[in-house]
């Protein structure tokens, strides 16, 4: 295939399958690679399906201004999105998060404004909601809270993983707005009956623990996520920062897999259903690459900068 836009390289990424951990006999693991995709994660699915949906809808017109609250990745795939319409995206990023993808949203065109780090997420929420208001022809699609969000999973990842494998008993992922568990679990729930596992890090409250502050970026909430429908999990995993970066550790050494700490979250969940359920089938998903993360110190020696 011959691509003649970036929006083309988005999708149909490698599904890998671990084979370097220890699983009871015919127990598997995969993977879908989404750093591969050209903006390197999960997100640049969601910024065509939100930018789309904005132009289509009227919320916005050629030109204009898209704002987003952003850990980074839908950030990046919104820019890359927006070139189609000509349109700008201003990306609102609490400081704690890595630099890394604040500087591939500028280098992107985006222009990044920063909230306290102690006001969390819903302080860049605020703001762009603010911005929103005074920045003619805008449009803030708040992931968040967006119906798109899920149904560009169930439009895409669902699809690809039901293409790929026959039958998938557990499908399992980290939530943050929520949109990749909900879209795909709802997917392959209907069709193939499996069951969803959400991943959240400790700090994150789906379990019922307290809010807290975490390494793990990407994932996490600090309350349910309006767009998951509690009928769509089986099960929710809390995994430490401890956990979820020793397992960015093993998938290095082991697999030569660089990624990000919600993967190896992600992946800790994996494996401890696959030991709870011998003989399955188990799919997640690792959402962008460590090279994201340089900045907060993934390689770290664990015990140091991770317990």
Known sequence: ?????VRDLVGNT?????TSFDLPAGTRI?????????????KDRLGIQLVDAAIEQGHVTRGGTIIEPTAGNTGIGLALAAKKYDLQVICVVPEKFSQEKQTLMRALGATVVNTPTELDMQGAIDKAKELGQTIPNS???????????????????GPELMAELDHI????AGCGSGGTFAGTAAFLKE???TKGAIVEPEGSVLNGGPAGPHKTEGIGTAKWPSLVSRDLVDEIHTISDHDAFTKVHELAARE??????SAGAALAAALDIANRFPGSTIVTVFADS???YLSQQIFEKVDETHA
């Open 14 to 18: 490698p599904l890998y399958e671990i």
């Open 191 to 193: 069709r193939l009956g």
């Open 256 to 261: 030569g897999l660089l990624v990000g700490s």
């Open 30 to 42: 995969l993977a879908k690679l989404e750093w591969m995709n050209p903006g390197g994660s999960v």
């Open 290 to 292: 460590a090279e994201r």
């Open 169 to 172: 008993d557990w499908f399992v």
């Open 139 to 157: 449009y803030v699609p708040l992931q968040f809270e967006n119906e798109e969000n899920p149904v560009t999973y169930q439009r895409t990842l």
């Open 1 to 5: 295939m011959i691509a003649k836009s």
